[in-house]
């Protein structure tokens, strides 16, 4: 595969990777919202310490993605800096760190995806039923 076309490639990447990013704060955002409401039943016993124990957890998995999304912004740095000239060896390192980024993005995402199922699971349990019909 030519240069062009391998670094067209790696921008298209970034650019996939910037948006799933963007799409798990969104649904940060969502899960946040829903730890801090009042729609959970009160009589649930360690209801507390478990939605603190999932805030703290969100807030790693949230600081883990700005660091993995700093190192998203120099990769796509060191991508415009390529040249149309031949790859060199430091072009090949590129490449590599693409490779590394992706394995720190899957799992991320990957843990992220783990955490949000256990809150759904755990919370969707709990709701505060407010249908009179259901009870």
Not at 6 to 12: E, G, I, R, S, T
Not at 25 to 48: G, H, K, Q, V
Not at 53 to 78: C, F, M, P, V
Request: with cysteine; glycine share 2%.
């Amino acid at each position: 595969m030519d240069k062009e076309k391998q670094v067209a490639q790696l921008h298209w990447k970034i650019q996939q990777w910037k948006l799933h990013f963007q799409l798990m704060d969104d649904e940060i955002l969502f899960i946040d919202r829903l730890l801090n409401s009042n729609a959970f039943r009160s009589n649930i016993p360690n209801l507390f310490e478990r939605l603190m124990d999932y805030k703290n957890r969100l807030e790693k998995i949230n600081r883990r993605s700005e660091t993995i999304r700093a190192h998203i912004s120099s990769q796509e740095n060191n991508l415009g800096s390529i040249s149309d000239k031949a790859i060199i060896s430091n072009d090949l390192n590129i490449f590599k760190k693409n490779d590394q980024i992706q394995v720190e993005i899957d799992a991320c995402l990957g843990d992220f995806q783990n955490l949000k199922s256990e809150i759904f699971n755990y919370t969707g349990g709990i709701l505060i039923n407010n249908n009179p019909e259901r009870e």
